[in-house]
Nanobody
Framework: QVHVVESGGGLVQAGGSLRLSCEASGSSFRIYTMGWYRQAPGMQREVVATILGGGYTTYADSVKGRFTISRDNAKNTAYLQMNSLKPEDTAVYYC?????????WGQGTQVTVSS
């Protein structure tokens, strides 16, 4: 089973940028669909972006044009570049590695956007 660890969260002003990283353990990283999810206080966890091993990406409508998901299969790492951040992007961001319906989750990293 793969294990993932997120890093890169923090406090940023509205309009600023952050890059989150998600490092996965183990081999065969490329076979996993990597995803970024977020959960704001009192809200359900929602998908932000996903990327297949070959690079195909999907995005939530709320982040299209502002966030970019990417991966480096040689480094077993996925990234989420977040630009033009808004206060409503404030949440705990989680990385997932998924294969055949089985998800591995990281511990989450806090992103706080001040107005």
């Amino acid at each position: 089973q793969v294990h993932v660890v997120e890093s890169g969260g923090g406090l940023v002003q509205a309009g600023g940028s952050l890059r989150l990283s998600c490092e996965a353990s183990g081999s065969s990283f490329r076979i996993y669909t990597m995803g970024w999810y977020r959960q704001a206080p009192g809200m359900q966890r929602e998908v932000v972006a996903t990327i297949l091993g070959g690079g195909y990406t999907t995005y939530a409508d709320s982040v299209k044009g502002r966030f970019t998901i990417s991966r480096d299969n040689a480094k077993n790492t996925a990234y989420l570049q977040m630009n033009s951040l808004k206060p409503e992007d404030t949440a705990v961001y989680y990385c997932s590695a998924a294969r055949l319906g089985v998800y591995s989750w990281g511990q989450g990293t806090q992103v706080t956007v001040s107005s």
